[in-house]
């Protein structure tokens, strides 16, 4: 398989698994350029085929073989850390769109559509997910390292310390992403209808 692209992005990923006798995933990872232009890939798939399996340009025509073809995107959102996640005035963190969105609804005289918002706590939970395995991997190298010290001794004292902060930081997260822990008050005084809670995706 060979790809070509902008040769000052970082050289495209290509993965190839069988998922059972009829379906064969080939993935192609790129990172997405800062460029505000637009990007094009071109990508070259050879796929051998042994002779005995049976399948020819004679029983298997051009036309099937993409007919077959679902081709699929999926972005995948850059890690943050739990204090960046938090901060509702990064760009980076989506809980800057999320809290646009959530302004929307309390201030249009009909409710926008749901769907921005539901979108934006979906990608909120997966990156607070991925910080909090980040963080977890991170204080299982301090306990390695607190666990042959002994009682009082520095590397326990960093454990204890960063654990603290760790939860801090986790529990900030969550909260910011709580509409209570925005204007409450104006939220109250809404009628039920200005704040329905979206149930499709």
């Known amino acids: 398989m060979i790809a070509t692209a902008d040769p000052a992005l970082e050289a495209p990923g290509v993965h190839a698994e069988v998922h059972d006798r009829l379906q064969l995933e ?8 800062s460029g505000g232009g637009a990007q094009t890939y071109s990508m070259d798939a050879y796929v051998f085929i042994p002779r005995n399996v049976g399948v020819s340009r004679a029983n298997y025509t051009r036309d099937q073989f993409y007919g077959d073809v679902t081709a699929l995107i999926r972005i995948d959102a850059p890690p943050l ?25 309390r201030s249009s005289p009909r409710p926008p559509p749901s769907r921005p918002i539901v979108v934006q706590v979906k990608l909120y939970a997966y ?11 991170r204080l299982r ?23 603290k ?3 801090a930081r986790a529990r900030r997260a969550l909260s910011a992403a709580a509409p209570s822990g925005r204007s409450s008050s104006s939220a109250t005084s809404r009628s039920p209808r200005r704040c329905a809670t979206p149930t499709s995706t």
């Open 26 to 33: 080939l993935r192609l990872d790129h990172a997405i350029g």
């Open 81 to 105: 850390d739990l204090a960046t996640l938090a901060r509702a005035d990064d760009g980076a963190s989506p809980l800057r769109a999320l809290t646009r969105a959530l302004e929307a609804v």
């Open 127 to 137: 990156i607070f997910a991925q910080a909090v395995e980040a963080e977890t991997t």
């Open 141 to 163: 190298a301090l306990i390695a390292q607190a666990a042959a010290q002994g009682p009082g001794s520095a590397p326990r004292a960093a454990l204890e310390a960063e654990t």
């Open 165 to 167: 902060a760790s939860l």
